[in-house]
């Protein structure tokens, strides 16, 4: 499969001929991961990095304006009373609270943004996801974080898929898109392959694993999968695309595994929060205690750590 | 090794036991790997006992901080039912407690005692759990137009270095009282007497008490205490054992989030080291102010 890009000709590869992916050899790819030891002042470095990664999300239905507020004053304060921790990279809500969060984060480098497309199950016409993204956009979203038709994409309709995620990224430009591909619905990993080629060939700027709002979210092979789409993708165009595993992880270890695995896979230039991200809503708290933890001797409680 | 059951007409290799810590509801082995050989009187190895780490601690306090929501809303009643059954248990299984007692180093006659005494304790803090917050809450008179009343709550996660001697009755009796409050706990066995300590965690484990509640350690107190009193997790220590030194570096440590620090030292056979006052140690009392529309003078209630 290629993508050739000859006279400003792009030829649109063939969907059903993506890879297929061995289960078992990707299951033990990712034991490696886990198996390194990170201590002490690399640990510190990269709990610090994966704060700087971090999406801080909130997306319930019960969201208020004071929420998100709160929410944003976390971003920008993650712990004061640590000297010299980075503020997350963005917040994520819904498109109704872009307003609320871009006003609580003037001045800051911290970035807003918003899923869109009918999230999370993307069950509307195009017309309609293209409405929800423009408002998103017109609130003021420095990101939008879209959903694919998973049902379109079950029934092989890979091209409604493409053409979608073409006909909103034909409305983001300077806007990034992720694009969500909700790997939990997708079942094996030949089809994560298969939905992250044809988002990268539609135009994301970040592939995104999960909403979070279904079991399983975001897994160690389910990102390395995408992660090596990732690679391959920029191996034939020179593109770089983000990826952002999201949902289901909540403490530091796990955290500082996918940062090996995105660095062993893609290098160091995807080490930032340009290119990498976490979705997460309670990951923040847990990463400052292990902080904390380093600094002091001391294990934490949550008594001394906001509320999420 | 420890010497179990000698069948008289069968030569078979004896399965020994791996000793192994109690964290969440699950039996691991210590997350460091590290073992050791406590002896008995006569030199022999009693076993290969995990040698616990400072994870192993974090592990079993966030198994307890986790557990501790769900058994601070149990009703008192089952709490007691639950206590009830951790005796029923333990009653079916005297004999191998005695046996391990008795490889431990103690004697028969002494082992039944230790054994009969612990089931009864058990049974006796089961009596307290829906009793003790009538002894230990008020109505306060106070001379304004308010209905001022103080009731007991339990104070969350309890860490506790349990007796050195005496491993059974002991370790039962330091846990009973905390439980029944309410409370969930790591307790850290005895260490030259582990072996009843960690069968009695099977006990816990086949007795309704809901993982985590109780989370039983066994290794060396010198490299844990520390890590028991400075966890900024841990609400209260309980130390019943003898080191002066060691009580004074808990009652240092412990000062940095201002953790309860209580000294319990006791004959643990003796009756006398039974008693509620046990079970409002582990009990923070909350006062509550709610305005009444007349003061008491008037003839009016709440």
Known sequence: ?308 | MSKGVKYKNEKRLEILKTYKIYIGGKFPRTESGRYYNPLDSKGNILGNICLSSRKDFRNAVVAARSASVGWSARTAFNRSQILYRLGEILEGRRAQFIEELKIQGSTSAKAEKEVNNSIDRLIYYAGWCDKYQQIFSSVNPVSSSYYNFSVCEPMGVVAIIAPEENSLIGLVSVIAPVVAGGNTCVVLASESKPLCSVTFAEVINSSDVPGGVINILTGNAKELAGHFSSHMDVNAIIYSRTDKEELKNIQINASENMKRVFYWKSDWFSVKAQNPYKIRDLQEIKTTWHPIEQIGGAGSGY
């Open chain 1, 1 to 308: 499969m290629t993508t050739i890009i000859n006279n400003n000709e792009i030829i649109i590869p063939d969907f059903r001929n993506t890879p297929l992916i061995d289960q078992v050899g990707t299951e033990e790819r990712v034991s490696r991961f886990t198996k390194r030891s990170i201590k002490n002042e690399a640990k510190e470095a990269g709990l610090s990095m994966v704060l700087s990664m971090i999406d801080l999300t909130t997306l319930e239905g019960a969201d208020t304006q004071g929420k998100v507020k709160q929410m944003c004053y976390k971003a920008r304060h993650l712990h004061d009373s640590v000297p010299g921790l980075p503020t997350v990279a963005a917040v994520c809500v819904y498109p109704s609270l872009v307003s609320v969060a871009k006003k609580e984060l003037i001045g800051t480098d911290i970035k807003v943004a918003s899923v869109a497309t009918a999230f999370p199950a993307g069950q509307t016409p195009l017309k309609v996801k293209i409405a929800d993204t423009q408002f998103a956009i017109d609130q003021g979203a420095d990101e939008v974080d879209m959903v694919i038709s998973r049902g379109r994409f079950h029934s092989g309709d890979y091209n409604y898929v493409f053409d979608e995620i073409a006909s909103i990224k034909n409305i983001c430009n300077d806007v990034r898109l992720k694009v969500i591909l909700e790997t939990g619905e997708l079942g094996a990993l030949d089809k994560v392959r298969r939905a992250s080629d044809i988002a990268m060939h539609a135009g994301a700027d970040f592939i995104k694993t999960s909403t979070g709002k279904i079991k399983p979210a975001a897994t160690l092979p389910v990102t390395l999968i995408m992660l090596e789409a990732i690679r391959d993708y920029h191996e034939k165009t020179g593109i770089m695309v983000g990826m952002k595993p999201a949902g289901g992880i909540s403490n530091s270890k796990l955290a500082l595994h996918y940062l090996i695995m995105v660095k062993e896979v893609l290098g160091d230039a995807w080490l930032t929060n340009r290119w990498f991200r976490f979705g997460a809503s309670s990951l923040a708290n847990d990463v400052l205690k292990q902080i904390v933890k380093l600094r002091t001797g001391r294990y934490q409680s949550n008594d001394y750590f906001s509320i999420d």
